[in-house]
C-alpha cells in the first residue's frame, strides 16, 4: 500500500558521514511510524531507529545513539537518516519500513511486524 525508496547509500572511510533518504507514495496516511533498518552480511535484519509521523518523536537503538539521527519532512512523505562518526561495524544494507501502529505499543523495534519495506540502499565503511 506504500512504496518506499531509499536513497544516499555509498562507501566512505570510517569517521566519515551519510545521509541516507527514503521517500514514500501511495497509500500514504497508513504511515504512522517510519523506521530504518539494517542488515549485515550473514546476519538478521535489525532496528536502527524510528520516528513517529504525526509528532516526530524518535526512538534509537544503543549502538548508533549520538552517532545517527532520523528526521522526517511530512510534506514531501520523506525521511532521512544522518549517519555520522560511522564504524566498519555500521556496513549493511539499510531499509526503510513503515507500520501502522501506535507509537506508544513500542513493537515498531520489531522486523517481524512490518508489511511494507524499501529495496534498501548500501553502507560501505572502510577503516
Known amino acids: 500500500q506504500v512504496q518506499l525508496v531509499e536513497s544516499g547509500g555509498g562507501l566512505v572511510q570510517a569517521g566519515g558521514s551519510l545521509r541516507l533518504s527514503c521517500a514514500a507514495s501511495?497509500?500514504?496516511?497508513?504511515?504512522?511510524?517510519m523506521s530504518w533498518f539494517r542488515r549485515a552480511p550473514g546476519k538478521e535484519r535489525e532496528f536502527v531507529a524510528a520516528i513517529s509521523w504525526g509528532t516526530g518523536n524518535t526512538y534509537y537503538a544503543d549502538s548508533v545513539k549520538g552517532r545517527f539521527t532520523i528526521s522526517r519532512d511530512t510534506a514531501k512523505n520523506t525521511v532521512s537518516l544522518q549517519l555520522n562518526s560511522l564504524k566498519p561495524e555500521d556496513t549493511a544494507l539499510y531499509y526503510c519500513?513503515?507500520?501502522?501502529?501506535?507509537?506508544?505499543?513500542?513493537?515498531?523495534?520489531?522486523?517481524?511486524?512490518?508489511?511494507?519495506w524499501g529495496q534498501g540502499t548500501q553502507v560501505t565503511v572502510s577503516s
Open positions: 501511495g497509500r500514504t496516511f497508513n504511515i504512522y511510524v
Open positions: 519500513a513503515v507500520i501502522r501502529i501506535s507509537w506508544g505499543t513500542h513493537y515498531y523495534t520489531d522486523p517481524s511486524k512490518y508489511d511494507n
